[in-house]
């Protein structure tokens, strides 16, 4: 025998023992069809989402009335729908056939009339009928037939017959009545307030599009309720409404809405809620589309829903070709959010540092002028401001220490008010007539200007009486002043007037001022306190050709704008930057990190910014037990203004 002939090869492969293998072939088909039908039947878990879809049965019937009552009969809970639709399909003898909906599980006529042609319906499993399992014990299904009577469908939880009955009517019932009863324990406690927000959420673009009217009749309550579709706030994004692709249309509707932070964008299919955000999408969760800001829907119509709740989608071609299409809006969201931030960043700047100027000016009013001065930021003096820019100087200080702070309300020396204008009536004040609520109301507070000053030995000190009404205005009729000293040494003069001169005694001390207003029957109070003292601060801490240039100064004073300025891993906290007139913040600097998430907290973190800068700018020189005595003063008056 050739080696040839003994090295055959076999044609076929052999298992262990020998035998051939043999592919084999089946088709997949239900051992128990029962068993089947119950594990359809549970897998709807949310009662509410099975109410959803009984309603769009009724839509998708051409129902413009749906009536949804809950109630209680016999002892036992009841829930019943009634629509005006087409009823159930009949068949050729005109009767409805619910034999063909109680055997066709999982083959819904829908879907035919689907492949024929018919648009705008939802159901298209077969199966959404068999969820009342969740939601009752028994289901009563009528419709009328083409002979008048009203048919009957009757079928029981866990029962795998189902029962065909007629009842007697003097008018054939239009469209389908469907009852359930008794409800389950779970949902006897769903109220018809609850049905209504979840309808209202879950249908919207459904009941939009319809105009489909669905009232609510809660019996166990006495309330009802007309669904009414919620509507977006805010304002619309410039998208496109209606963005093509190959597989079908997505339609968007996007809002912008920083005030209200719980809002989402849904995911819908033909106008029917499937998600109720994106952001329990894999996909979007760290993107633009989950913003709190954002509220709206994206209605995606060429969707694979899964078939037994309805609350998710198939992750098939058409789901990747929905995400990519969405990606591509990506850039335009995070642009739009991007620019929304910083116009959201420069408007609370404006308000903080508005905020911020107003509580410092309180606190200047209180403090000693000739210490505290203003940043220079205007570049012109009072003098030189146009008459129609009046107001916008109103921080600045008196370059003379014996002055009063010309940011003072009230009259000056030469009976002229802060904003320049006299208060002696004039020939052309007298042409002009003065509204109702332009005069001042009678006298409700009083201050003294300024309620806090240290000075030298030998000066003199002008102090002003501050008389306000209930709005702020300023009071001048009918007033009667009293100035005394309450505490400490030293002399006043024009004591009757609302101008008062403090003398200084012959030694250091702390000497305490006080007012009394009067202005008929009504009084009001202040009090001011004068630190007499032998050596000026500003004296040690600035030479005298700093001090010279600074009174010499033809600036206006006032508190600068601030911006930020990220460097992470920089101590730095701020620094004034002379040439832009502004503070610089760094926004990377783990105490602002800390401090954005609270405005009140950040409000605090700028206020101590400010100070920090307000002091270096002051107080050159001085130690720093003295510089932190200084900041505890400022501080101290200008928290009490928030």
Known sequence: MSKKNSQKKPNKKTNKIGETKKKQKGLLRIGDQWSAISIIALSQSQPLKALAEFIENSIDAGAKNIVITRGKDGGEYYLKI??????????????????????????????????????????????GLLSFWTVGECLRMSSSGADGKVYVM???????????????????????????????????????????????AELRNR?????????????????????????????????????????????????????????????????????????????????????????????????????????????????????????????????????????????????????????????????????????????RTSASTPTGDKGKNSGATSTSPDSPPLDQPGLTAGGETNDGTSDTPSASDDSKQMAFFDYPGPLFSVKISPANSTLKLGKIKKLAAICKDRKNKT???G?????????????????????????????????????????????????????????????????????????????????????????????????????????????????YVYCEKSASLKLRYLTRIFTKEILLHNFQGISGADLADRMIELLMRVEESF
């Not at 009757?154 to 359930?180: C, F, H, N, W």
């Not at 002043?481 to 030694?507: S, V, Y």
């Not at 630190?531 to 033809?554: L, P, R």
Request: hydrophobic share 35%; aromatic share 8%.
């Open 479 to 591: 007033l009667r002043f009293q100035w005394t000293i309450a505490e400490g040494p030293g002399e006043l003069k024009n004591a009757d007037q609302a101008w008062a001169e403090f003398h200084t005694g012959q030694d250091p001390s702390l000497t305490q001022i006080k007012l009394t207003v009067i202005q008929h029957e009504n009084s009001r109070e202040a009090e001011a306190w004068i630190t007499v003292t032998d050596q000026m601060i500003a004296e040690e801490s600035v030479d005298s050709e700093n001090s010279q240039d600074k009174s010499s100064s033809k600036k206006s004073k006032g508190l600068p704008e601030y911006t930020l300025q990220s460097e992470r891993g920089k101590l730095w906290r701020s620094r004034f930057d002379e040439s832009r007139n502004l503070i610089v913040i760094n926004s990377g600097h783990r105490d």
């Open 207 to 379: 009941i939009l599009q319809t105009a489909v009217r669905i009232q609510i009749i809660d019996r166990v309550s006495r309330s009802e309720w007309i669904v009414d579709p919620p509507k977006f706030t805010g304002v619309r994004l410039e998208l496109p409404a209606v963005v093509a692709s190959p597989a079908g249309p997505i339609h968007l509707e996007l809002y912008y809405n920083p005030d209200n932070g719980t809002s989402a964008i849904g995911l819908y299919r033909l106008g029917t809620r499937v998600v109720e955000s994106l952001a329990q999408i894999d996909e979007f969760k760290d993107g633009p589309w989950v913003h709190p800001s954002f509220q709206g829907l994206v209605d995606v119509s060429f969707l694979n829903l899964t078939p037994g709740t309805r609350l998710g989608m198939q992750h098939d071609n058409y789901y990747m070709m929905f995400i990519e299409e969405l990606k591509l809006l990506e850039p335009k969201l995070q642009a739009f959010l991007d620019g929304e931030k910083k116009r959201s960043e420069e408007k609370a700047s404006q308000e903080t540092t508005q905020r911020l100027r107003r509580a410092f000016k309180t606190a200047f009013t209180q403090l000693p002028p000739e210490e505290y001065q203003w940043f220079d930021i205007e570049g």
């Open 475 to 477: 009071v001048t009729d």
């Open 82 to 127: 009634a629509d005006d639709g087409q009823g159930v399909p009949r068949d050729e003898n005109g009767v409805p056939n619910f034999k063909y909906v109680a055997t066709h599980i999982g083959d819904s006529i829908k879907r035919q009339m689907k492949a024929k042609g018919a648009k705008g319906i939802q159901g298209e499993f077969g199966i």
């Open 154 to 200: 009757k079928m029981q939880k866990s029962k795998a017959s189902y029962e065909l009955d007629t009842r007697r009517s003097l008018l054939a019932m239009p469209g389908t009545e469907l009852v359930i009863q008794p409800l389950l324990p779970g949902t006897r406690g769903v109220g018809g307030e609850k049905i209504n927000a979840y309808l209202a």
